[in-house]
């Protein structure tokens, strides 16, 4: 018995081990972007979108699973950031015979009237892990997923880390790394706002918690 319990244990332990993978950034910088239970530091990008988001039970909620979502929308720090590290975790959720169940994290992005424009870490069905550039210049770099396809819970709770340093790029999903990209394009801004997205066409619904923040400058 005690043998089978060990085995048993290795096993949990190997299986869990690439959600630890990645150790966080240790600074006293590290900020909490969400306080568990308002929208302060907050806002949508379209005013009339707000009431799709919303603060619940130390979650961000966007759409609801059941009411199709109609445009893409999004929710967005008052602040701007250029180096960082984000950490979050997130579930998405939604019957994909309403539509397409996507959504994403804006980072370095900026508000273009109702909309917004810039880097996205890509989230759900055929776009995990990949980094996509919103309203600009389309795929950058699908998501190597190989090994984190094993520990994907795609309706579950799953991690992101979005690092930026300069011209580098990295993004992590459950501790594995799915994108690592090199910046060419000098005239890309560096810096701008972090933004949640509720991808328009199906009724999705995405929960976000635990998010920080640590800058690297």
């Not at 190997?14 to 900020?31: D, G, M, N, R, W």
């Not at 701007?80 to 992005?109: A, K, V």
């Not at 776009?127 to 190597?144: K, N, T």
């Not at 706002?193 to 976000?208: M, R, S, T």
Request: charged share 25%; net charge negative.
């Amino acid at each position: 018995m005690r043998v089978l319990l060990l085995s048993s244990l290795v096993v949990v332990c190997v299986y869990l081990s690439p959600l630890y993978a990645q150790q966080p950034v240790q600074s006293e910088k590290t900020i909490t972007l969400f306080d568990g239970k308002t929208l302060d530091g907050w806002k949508t990008v379209n005013p009339d979108d707000a009431k799709y988001w919303k603060a619940k039970d130390s979650l961000i909620v966007g759409g609801d699973g059941i009411n199709n979502v109609p445009q893409n929308m999004y929710l967005q720090t008052v602040d701007e950031y250029d180096d960082f590290e984000l950490r979050c975790l997130f579930r998405l959720s939604g019957d994909p015979s309403t539509g397409f169940i996507n959504s994403g994290i804006q980072y370095r992005s900026k508000v273009m009237g109702n909309d917004i424009m810039g880097y996205q870490a890509d989230i759900g069905d055929g776009h995990w892990g990949d980094i996509y550039d919103e309203h600009r210049r389309g795929l950058l770099l699908p998501g190597d997923l190989q090994t984190v396809w094993h520990i994907l819970e795609r309706d579950g709770w799953n991690s992101y880390i979005v690092r930026v340093r300069g011209s580098h790029h990295e993004l992590y999903i459950n501790g594995v790394k799915t994108c690592d990209y090199h910046e060419r394009d000098a005239a890309v801004p560096t810096k701008g706002v972090i933004a949640f997205q509720l991808h328009g066409g199906g009724a999705a619904k995405i929960e976000i918690r635990d998010v920080t923040i640590t800058p690297f400058n």
